[in-house]
């Protein structure tokens, strides 16, 4: 168990949180003429990375809003979390 | 003509609250705290830009600046209370029977905001005596210790794994509202008077 930070109410514990895969996924431009294996691309494959990454969450039984965090997926530490729309923030 | 006939059916049916049938129970509680549901309280789900038009008009007719403050509750007129729920909505709670509050906060927001009568969504249980911080900490991992939470505090958090809004409204985490939905009501119920039973035979509950 450990606590994270929302951006909006602050520290509470992880259990109040849910996870909502990677961040900074954009919709893909010019929509109308991409190729079923694009779309597959936008809507299926995601990074996997060992070490941080970005992830959306929402604190679901808090303020219910959500913001991006950086995890680092080996040690399920969350390094960082800012608000949607800003930039994300450089981790060591 | 169907809203005049549901709303004739609603106020002659005897309403019944979600905790009713427990008052009895609940009174009966080592005398450390104090559980008493309060029913019908007036509860309106509003959502402005904050520092808005929408905002302004809204305080005029509540009578108190919005609470932009993360996890904070204010009060403002008429007994209305103004609960920050996130960094653009708010929930107000008032007294049962403020049919008109609805009316004149939608009058003013307008077409920039939104209000949403949920007086049905939660009913409120209020807990008091020395012992309240103490109780609610069986199932409640947030501090209530009046230095972290002052009077004015308002969290929506987990009790006993149940979504609620805690609002802090004394000084010494004395007096608190925990606002749960209707449908976890007897279970919240159920469950608080669990965590007092332990205090049974205990001299400082006394």
């Not at chain 2, 949920?118 to 109780?135: C, E, H, M």
């Not at chain 2, 004394?170 to 007092?196: I, K, M, N, P, T």
């Amino acid at each position: 168990m450990q606590l994270i930070a929302c951006p909006h109410c602050g520290p509470r514990e992880e259990t109040e949180f849910h996870y909502g895969g990677q961040a900074h996924v954009a919709y893909p431009a010019g929509n109308a003429t991409l190729s079923d294996e694009e779309w597959g691309q936008f809507v299926f494959f995601r990074d996997n990375p060992k070490g941080p990454f970005a992830e959306r969450w929402v604190h679901s039984a808090g303020c219910r809003r959500w913001f991006n965090a950086v995890r680092d997926t080996a040690t399920h530490q969350i390094l960082a979390v800012y608000r949607q729309g800003e930039p994300k923030p450089v981790v060591a | 003509m169907t809203v005049d006939i549901v709303s004739r059916t609603v106020q002659d049916s005897a309403r019944r609250s979600p905790l009713g049938t427990y008052a009895g129970q609940l009174a009966a509680v080592p005398k450390g705290v104090s559980i008493r549901e309060v029913p019908f309280l007036t509860q309106l789900d509003l959502r402005v830009e904050p520092g808005g038009e929408a905002a302004a008009a809204a305080e005029r007719v509540l009578g108190v600046a919005l609470p932009t403050t993360a996890c904070t509750a204010v009060s403002g007129v008429d007994g209305a209370e103004v609960l920050w729920l996130g960094p653009d909505e708010w929930l107000v709670v008032a007294p049962a029977g403020q049919d008109a509050l609805e009316g004149d906060l939608r009058a003013a927001v307008g077409q920039q905001g939104a209000v949403v009568d949920v007086s049905a969504q939660r009913t409120t249980i209020a807990i008091s005596g020395p012992r309240t911080a103490d109780l609610l900490a069986h199932g409640c991992s947030l501090d209530l210790d009046p230095r972290v939470s002052p009077k004015g505090t308002c969290v929506q958090t987990l009790l006993a794994l149940a979504g609620v809004v805690l609002v802090v409204r004394d000084e010494h985490a004395g007096d608190v509202w925990v606002l749960v939905r209707s449908s976890f009501a007897r279970y919240l119920a159920d469950w608080l008077l669990d965590a007092c039973a332990e205090y049974e035979d205990d001299p400082s509950w006394r």
